[in-house]
């Protein structure tokens, strides 16, 4: 994995749905507010719905603007639902014995099964959700997993695949959603290998992690394994408190509450502003 500048900061995003988006939108805004404004970080990591956010914010869009979207009726987006029967349905093919390509595959696999691939509709929704069509400037990096092999697969502005794929790919949660094809080849959601895959920012002294599904299905895919792997200095993990779960509800593709999430992230970021101001400020 590439070494990064051991003075740079890097933002980490997570997947967690339509309010997983919502929720991180309203952290970082409230954030920002109180004068910590993470978009500036060198590198971002986007996984699902951090994907999305990543996008967002490495090509110019404001948090401000961003926020005030989230309260807006989410008439473009399309609602489903993830279920505790769809999470379950994907565990046994990860416990199963194999490498972790190959318990990805099977996943994928079944994804393949359910949908047939393609995804253009969802590539469309993804286009309204991000509002931008070019990649940014910044060292932006958004995760995939190849859905016949189970690779990982890291996406930016020098891979040659355009922005709207590369997000929608990373939002494609297998059982819901289609795998998305980007030349010839179909990809899931990158949550299938970590939910946040906070170790592709390795290297980097300030990593900040914002996570709406903070769970694991590894010990060595945790938050906190792969933060240790970076070998940073300064790091904070941020993950909804109590009070923002009910916010959020139990259905985190219910585009309904994503208004509910992100003011609940806006109101969260004040009991964890002196956590990431520290680690922020080095």
Not at 173 to 195: E, F, N, Q
Request: proline share 4%; aromatic share 4%.
């Amino acid at each position: 994995m590439t070494q990064r500048n051991a003075n740079g900061r890097a933002l980490v995003l997570g997947g967690g749905g339509v309010t997983g988006i919502a929720w991180e939108l309203g952290i970082l805004k409230g954030l920002a507010d109180a004068g910590v404004d993470l978009t500036t970080a060198d590198l971002v990591v986007g996984t699902s719905a951090g994907s999305v956010v990543g996008a967002q914010i490495t090509t110019g869009r404001t948090i401000d603007d961003l926020y005030k979207t989230q309260l807006e009726p989410a008439d473009q987006e399309i609602g489903a639902k993830l279920s505790r029967l769809t999470m379950l349905r994907m565990v046994p093919p990860l416990l199963i014995p194999g490498s972790g390509n190959a318990k990805r595959a099977r996943i994928g696999a079944m994804s393949m099964k359910a949908h047939a691939p393609g995804g253009e509709r969802r590539v469309e929704v993804i286009r309204s959700r991000i509002g931008v069509e070019q990649w940014g400037d910044r060292d932006f990096k958004v995760t995939a997993v190849e859905a016949e092999t189970g690779k990982f697969v890291v996406f930016d502005k020098d891979s040659g695949v355009d922005i709207v794929h590369a997000v929608a790919a990373s939002c494609a949660v297998p059982l819901v959603w289609p795998a998305v094809t980007i030349d010839g080849k179909h990809y899931v959601d990158g949550g299938m290998r970590s939910t946040a895959n906070v170790d592709l920012a390795e290297g980097a002294d300030t990593v900040i992690v914002i996570a709406p599904l903070p769970q694991a299905f590894s010990k060595a895919t945790s938050i906190r394994a792969q933060l240790e792997r970076t070998g940073a200095t300064h790091t904070a993990v941020v993950t909804p408190d109590k009070e923002a779960l009910v916010d959020i509800g139990k259905n985190v593709l219910d585009p309904a509450k994503r208004a509910d999430a992100a003011r609940a992230g806006l109101r969260q970021a004040a009991s964890v502003l002196d956590q990431v101001r520290a680690a922020w400020n080095g």
